[in-house]
Structures are given as structure tokens and as C-alpha cells.
């Protein structure tokens, strides 16, 4: 079975931002990726607001990404599909490319899979996917050239994206179930100076509906039902397109049901990045998290880089010095308290003294291996184990304790 260091999965911004942090710490790193470098970028015409970067197209942003996660030779693997498997304690992703099914065992796996925009959920949305309802304003906007369109949501990316529709389309309505918007102030101001743009407050979709033009002209294919949420009334509007920007989904197929996540699939990570399971590490938009942004998800992915690096560093270091060998006895401390700190100075001298070869661990810093073990309530404690598997444990309470 092909045996890798640090798997990450998703290319986007988290993914890349990972493999760069992983790479150059000198980690031996795959990226699988199931459509493009980039992500969710690939699919925005503008950025904006990543620091360094004044203004990029999302593709453009996404070749960057690449760009440098190749100048630290990066593999970036094409697939189908991938999903993380624990088999005992060990990490597989499965992954399929046409009729081809790989196993790779990881060191550690950074989850990066993102999300994507939510249906609305309305009756005939589904039967108008791809006829009419979008999801992507860059994708569909130059079908709306001079046409009239509907975006519907109030957060940043309905504004920012309605805005974006109207360097094409003759008018874009802003349909929001609020009475104001929940966008920045900045973006809430363009869209409002913006003559092409009519906002439609206190209004949801009811239903999508097939559409007969009035004449050769007329375009709008589509007839939105719409309901005032306030009065109760309807009402129709004509429109071309209409694209939805009513929240999103995490992308988190590939581990759904193995680590904590919130409703909905977010995944729950501390600091760290760390998932419930030891070894699994999730970055960027697949993330419980206040904010879903490049500059939000590249932060992640450095964060779980590094935590993956020093998980893996760990986890090769204690396997060599703890697990493997057939006898040894390790002293298990805590780093919070400074008394059993005190005692492992003791430990790691006396063990100099005799010329043993001592494990000294920080049951703290590796409170998964330790509570494994079963330690958890009894440090610090001299224990020996034989090819991982402990034989006694002796409870230290003074250095008078630590005879090995
Ligand atoms: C229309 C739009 C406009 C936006 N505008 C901005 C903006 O102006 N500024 C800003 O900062 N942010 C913007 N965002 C948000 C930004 O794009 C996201 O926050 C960011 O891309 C999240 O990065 P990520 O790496 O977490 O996830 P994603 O970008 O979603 O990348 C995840 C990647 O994982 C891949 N993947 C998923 N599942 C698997 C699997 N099982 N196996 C292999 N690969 C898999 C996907 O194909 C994807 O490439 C916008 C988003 C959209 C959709």
C-alpha cells in the first residue's frame, strides 16, 4: 500500500496553504483534488480583500496558489472521489479515478474540502438547475447580457455577486427575506449607488416557474412567485436567470460520520486544527468556524500544517522509542505541573547516570497516546511496556521513587 506522510485533501485555498506550510517543513505531502486547484475562487470573478493581493480574478488567485505550492515541489494528485477509512489505528484514504480504486496510509490527513452554496429549496429550484437557476454568477453571467435577473440572499456574496451581474445584465433584483442586508457596510453601499441594482427586501421565492415570453424579445424564461414575508402578499417577476446565495453546505462527504462535526456536517476542530480523531486535521470552510474567507481558510491550513508536522514527529519519535522496542520503561509526566516537571529533570538525569535510555513523555502534550495507554489518572508514573503494551506501572511521588 502506498504510504505517505501528509495527506491533504481539497486543493483550495486551505489545501494549498497547508501543503505549502507542510512542504517546507520538510513533510513528504500529497494534495488530492477533485476538480481544480483554486477551489470555490475558481468560480469569482473578484477578490479583493486577501492582504497583497489588491485585486485578482478567483482563477487567477487559484494559479497562484498552485504556482506556489509547486515551487515546493507539492504532489497534486487528480481523483474522483476520496474517503478516509480508520482501520485500527491506522489513517487509509481510499480514492477512486475511473475504474481505479487506491489506498494510501497517512501519517496525518488535513481535511480541506470546503463547501458550496445551499439550494433555496423552493418548488421547481431543482427542475431549473442548469435551466435557469445558478449558483455561480462568473460561470452563467454572460448568458445575462442585457437581461433582466434575480439573485436572491442578503450576506456579502449576494451583494458582492449581484454586483458582478450587472456589468452584464440590463437589471439585477436583490431579493432578501430581511428588511437590510447582512453584507459590509462597503459592499451594502456599492450595491445601493449601483442604478442596475433594485433591491427587494422582506421577499422570499415561492416557487420557480416555466415562463411564456410576451414576444421575440423577451427573454425572461423565468416567472418567480414571490411572497412579501411581512404582508403575506404575491407577487410575479419576470426574470432570466436567477441565482441563489442563501448559505452553504460543508463539502465533508469524505469523513462524514468518523469525526465531531456541528449540524449541518461542519467539522469541530480546536487551535489546532485537530479533529476528534487523533492524526485527522480539518482546514478552511469545511470548519465550524465565524468566517469562511481565503485569507480565513489559508490561516487554517498553515495552522494544521504545523500541528500535522509536530503530530507526525511525535507520533515517529514515540513509535521508535516507546512502542516498538520489546522492553523498555518510560517516565509519563505532566508539563502543567511543576512538581512532576521537577521529577522528570530527576528522571532524565538519573537515567543519564545509569546510561539507560529513558523515554521521558509529556502525558500532557501527548494526552491521546497517554489516555490510551490507559495513564490518564496516573502520573507521573514509571511504566514499562513491551511492544506497547504496558506491564507496570509504578506511581513516583518523590525522586526517591525513580529507581530504574
Ligand atoms: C462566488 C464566491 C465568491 C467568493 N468571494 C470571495 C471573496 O471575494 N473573498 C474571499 O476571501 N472569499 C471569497 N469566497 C469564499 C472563498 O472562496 C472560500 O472561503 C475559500 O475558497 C475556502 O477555501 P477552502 O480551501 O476551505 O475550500 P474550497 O475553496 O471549497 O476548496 C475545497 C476543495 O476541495 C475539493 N474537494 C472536496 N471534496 C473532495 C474530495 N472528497 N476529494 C478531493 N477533493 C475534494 C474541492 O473540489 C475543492 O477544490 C467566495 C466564494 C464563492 C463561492
Not at 517543513?25 to 473578484?46: C, F, R, Y
Not at 487559484?62 to 485500527?88: N, P, Q, W, Y
Amino acid at each position: 500500500m502506498e504510504k505517505r506522510e501528509l495527506v491533504i485533501i481539497g486543493a483550495g485555498p486551505a489545501g494549498m496553504s497547508a501543503a505549502i506550510y507542510g512542504r517546507r517543513s520538510g513533510l513528504d505531502v500529497l494534495v488530492l483534488e477533485k476538480t481544480k486547484t483554486g477551489g470555490q475562487i475558481n468560480i469569482t470573478d473578484e477578490i479583493e480583500n486577501y492582504p497583497g493581493v489588491a485585486h485578482a480574478t478567483g482563477p487567477e488567485l487559484g494559479e497562484m496558489l498552485h504556482k506556489h505550492a509547486m515551487k515546493f515541489e507539492t504532489e497534486i494528485r487528480m481523483v474522483d472521489d476520496s474517503k478516509v477509512e480508520l482501520r485500527g489505528d491506522k489513517k487509509i484514504v481510499v480514492t477512486h479515478k475511473g475504474d481505479e480504486t487506491n489506498e494510501i496510509e497517512a501519517e496525518a490527513i488535513i481535511v480541506a474540502t470546503g463547501a458550496h452554496f445551499r439550494r433555496l429549496g423552493c418548488a421547481g429550484e431543482a427542475e431549473h438547475i442548469g435551466r435557469g437557476v445558478s449558483f455561480c454568477a462568473v460561470c452563467d453571467a454572460a448568458f445575462c447580457e442585457d437581461l433582466e435577473v434575480a439573485v436572491v440572499g442578503g450576506g456579502n456574496t449576494a451583494v458582492e455577486e449581484g454586483n458582478y451581474l450587472t456589468k452584464f445584465a440590463s437589471k439585477v433584483y436583490l431579493i432578501h427575506r430581511r428588511d437590510e442586508f447582512r453584507a459590509d457596510r462597503a459592499a451594502i453601499e456599492q450595491v445601493l449607488a449601483n442604478p442596475k441594482m433594485e433591491p427587494v427586501y422582506n421577499t422570499v421565492v415561492d416557487e420557480i416557474q416555466d415562463r411564456e415570453p410576451e414576444d421575440d424579445d423577451d427573454m425572461r424564461m423565468l416567472n418567480l412567485v414571490l411572497k412579501n414575508v411581512k404582508t403575506g402578499e404575491t407577487s410575479n417577476l419576470p426574470v432570466a436567470m436567477v441565482f441563489m446565495f442563501v448559505g452553504q453546505t460543508p463539502d465533508d462527504g469524505c469523513v462524514n460520520g468518523l469525526v465531531e462535526a456541528k449540524k449541518g456536517g461542519w467539522i469541530v476542530t480546536n487551535d489546532h486544527m485537530e479533529t476528534s480523531v487523533e492524526g485527522i486535521f480539518a482546514a478552511g470552510d469545511v470548519r465550524d468556524k465565524y468566517l469562511r474567507q481565503v485569507i480565513t481558510a489559508a490561516s487554517d491550513g498553515a495552522i494544521a500544517a504545523m500541528a500535522a508536522s509536530s503530530y507526525i514527529n511525535e507520533q515517529v519519535h514515540l513509535r521508535s522509542t516507546l512502542l516498538e522496542p520489546e522492553k523498555v520503561t518510560a517516565f509519563f509526566y505532566s508539563s502543567i505541573d511543576p512538581e512532576q516537571v521537577k521529577l522528570s529533570n530527576a528522571a532524565e538525569v538519573k537515567s543519564k547516570e545509569k546510561g539507560i535510555k529513558t523515554p521521558i513523555i509529556d502525558g500532557y502534550r501527548n494526552a491521546r497516546m497517554t489516555e490510551k495507554l490507559g495513564l490518564k489518572d496516573k502520573l507521573p508514573a514509571l511504566v514499562e511496556l513491551s511492544k506497547g503494551e504496558v506491564k507496570s506501572v509504578k506511581s513516583v511521588s518523590s525522586e526517591a521513587d525513580i529507581n530504574f
